[in-house]
């Protein structure tokens, strides 16, 4: 599978971003998918995932409430809206994919960056205060 993001860009503390990763190459729906995220110098960090259907949602602490994951696997798309971005926030946003064959059960939802097999380009968010 094959992952573009979009919808990065430089805003202002407090702000919102929409993110969106386009899939293409593969059955959508036989992947989980996830966001995260890598400021410079820091490892990359989980921000959320979702299943294979939809229904199932996985946060980290951090975003929680104010980041809400969600997917169209007619659009093969997987979206972020980010709400109250914050300086620390600022990071280059990666889309990933997990198969649903590789998982435990078909609804497992993982937060550690080995367990996803594609990775998009990223695309870049910066948050000023």
């Keep these: 599978v094959q992952l573009v993001e979009s919808g990065g860009g430089l805003v202002q503390i407090g702000d919102s971003l929409r993110l969106s990763c ?8 036989n992947y989980a998918m996830a966001w995260f995220r890598q400021a410079p110098g820091e490892e990359r960090d989980f921000v959320a995932a979702i299943n294979w259907s939809g229904l199932s949602t996985h946060y980290a602490d951090s975003v929680k409430g104010r980041f ?8 093969n798309t997987v979206t972020l809206p980010t709400e109250g971005l914050l300086p620390e926030e600022t990071a280059i946003y990666y889309c990933a ?33």
């Design 68 to 75: 809400t994951i969600s997917r169209d696997n007619t659009a």
């Design 97 to 129: 994919a997990q198969s649903i064959f590789s998982t435990p059960y078909s609804d497992y939802l993982s937060d550690h960056v080995g367990d996803f097999s594609a990775w998009g380009r990223g695309t870049q968010v910066t948050v000023s205060s």
């Design 22 to 29: 386009q899939a293409s190459g593969s059955t959508f729906s």
